[in-house]
């Protein structure tokens, strides 16, 4: 006989007491109802025996296992010394530590590190790269903004132009490796295309040491008979260099002169240099192996970023409700406002005039003006991007279509609103132009409203059409337009345009000296400037362009500097 379970002070549960008669106890008792585990939590009965009561809740214990060295195949190591050799190039194309300063950017030296780069991600790449049509147009972009800094010599362009670039081969290189095989132009594979261009620098930056700790483990007579070879070429080709070069620099000075110039290019006995150079290289070389071995060797995308951008994209989808209240307020704010301008800016000058100066005017709201076009253009894409797919059951909202029509008309009548402000920006930013003339970041406003426009024609198309490709249409969309605004030359369409309009009296001031940090391709409309008026400034300009041609060194150069005499 055996006698209830008692209930224990500390938990309040009920645990049966020991048999009072142990040879007829059950081998194995069931416990009482009220000593099951938490939901959640595993039977008990499951621990091994001897494990201790508060094993039942936790992870099984596993002794660490060692990572293993990954195994370096020849294509590896090929993708080592091409990243050692894309670290000198970028050395000699940035003169790093060189004894001629580069006034900003490098030109021609910015086009070579951006050729490299490509070049060697195919070379890694191999019978691995994907060529289609949208890797080959991606390409085709790279190569045309690439150049562009060899072309034009303007150190601001060059700056935007290195970054839009930066981005675009990302994105390009991604595409190429086809990590993503399915991957296409769209805004997940944008994303997974920078985390795996930075963890990829970070991630595999121990990868050859790996390889060589690997080797010395399993060091064996095979690989002794395979070094020796090596070390003693590389010993006796020292050797007979040390002998030959002395006499074939004896024999030939320009031959020794050229050598000389070209080793220094990337070595210098100057110590300063020499440790600037070898920091450099050793902070580059690895940084270019993990981008150039991470596309070469990953085998697939970083599958919590992809899961992570659909659940926020999903996330994003507003209720017809919120979506109607913010789409209402803002059309009747903006119809306020259109008729404001309807008033002073659309009507004449008159009016303007009586609000102050027109020009003052215009200037005064023309930025925000383009925040707010750039901000309505959000909510139009994300009140669009809610109508679509939406199910009968979302937030209790009617299945009835009625509330997804009432927010397409919003998003449209927004867009048009908004089509109206971007006019009245344009308008405000000609006036402007007229009183002051051009300058580089009122020519880039100009191409930010061509960009504007454009992608208020996408999201009205995407607004009736849920299959429009957005991100790729605007991409594509902005690749163009850059290139289209490279193309035309800005700052000689600027210096040209100001210029002009001087002599010609439409312009009452003409400041020389916001062409310093022009490039010398403007010297000849500064020169026929120069010839009307008497200006000392604009002959500090001229001096200050030749001084750049005499002494940037040939990384800084641009077609530019082709039309001035360096000597």
Known sequence: MTTPA????????????????????????????????PQGMPPQGTAPQGTPHY?????????????????????????????????????????????????????????????AHLGFVVLALRGKARYDRTTIFLIAATLLLGAFPTIYGNHTLRFLNLLIVWVLMIFTTFLMSNIWESAKMRLTPFI???????????????????????????????NSKKILPVALGILLAGTVLAIVLPLLFSADAIFAKGFSDTLGSLFSFDAPTLILRSVTLIVMWPAFFG????????????????????SFARALRLPATTALIVLGTLVL?????????????????????????????????????????????????LAAYSAHNRRTTDGGLSPSPTPVVLVRVGVILLLIQTAVILVSAFKRMNLYVDAYGLSLLRILTYLGMAFIA???????????????????????????????????????R??????????????????????????????????????????????EVLEHYRDEVKESPWQAWSLAFLNNDKD
């Open 55 to 115: 094993a039942y809740i936790l992870p099984p214990q596993q002794a660490p296992q060692p990572r293993e060295p990954i195994p370096f195949s020849r294509a590896d190591w090929l993708i080592f010394a091409l990243a050692g050799i894309e670290a000198l190039i970028f050395i000699i194309a940035f003169n790093i530590g060189g004894n001629d300063a580069m006034y900003g950017l490098p030109g021609i030296g910015l086009t070579l590190m951006i050729y």
């Open 454 to 492: 454009v992608c208020l024609i996408i999201v009205c198309l995407y607004t009736f059409r849920a299959q429009t490709p957005v991100f790729a249409a605007t991409f594509v969309a902005g690749v163009v337009l850059w290139a289209a605004f490279n193309l035309i030359n800005p700052e000689m």
């Open 192 to 222: 997974c295309a920078f985390t795996t261009w930075f963890l990829s620098i970070f991630v595999h930056i121990a990868r050859p040491l790996d390889a060589v700790r690997a080797f010395v483990r399993t060091r064996e007579k095979g």
């Open 6 to 37: 008692s209930a224990t002070p500390e938990t309040g549960n009920l645990t049966p007491e020991a048999p009072q008669n142990p040879q007829n106890a059950p081998t194995n008792p069931v416990p009482a109802h009220n000593t099951m585990p």
């Open 333 to 381: 704010v903006y119809a306020a406002f259109i008729w404001v301008q309807a008033v002073y800016l659309f009507g004449g000058r008159t009016e303007a005039i009586a609000a102050g100066s027109y020009s003052e005017y215009a200037r005064s709201g023309f930025f925000q003006l383009v925040a707010v076009a750039a901000i309505n253009l959000a909510v139009a894409l």
């Open 494 to 539: 600027i210096a040209t345009y100001n210029v002009e309009h001087y002599l010609s009296g439409d312009m009452k001031e003409f400041d020389v000296n916001y062409f310093w940090d022009f490039s010398p391709a403007v010297a000849p409309t500064i020169e026929e400037y120069r010839r009307h008026e008497v200006s000392h400034i604009a002959d």
């Open 291 to 310: 981008v150039l071995w991470g596309l070469a060797r990953t085998s697939k995308p970083n599958q919590t970023v992809t899961s992570t951008a659909s």
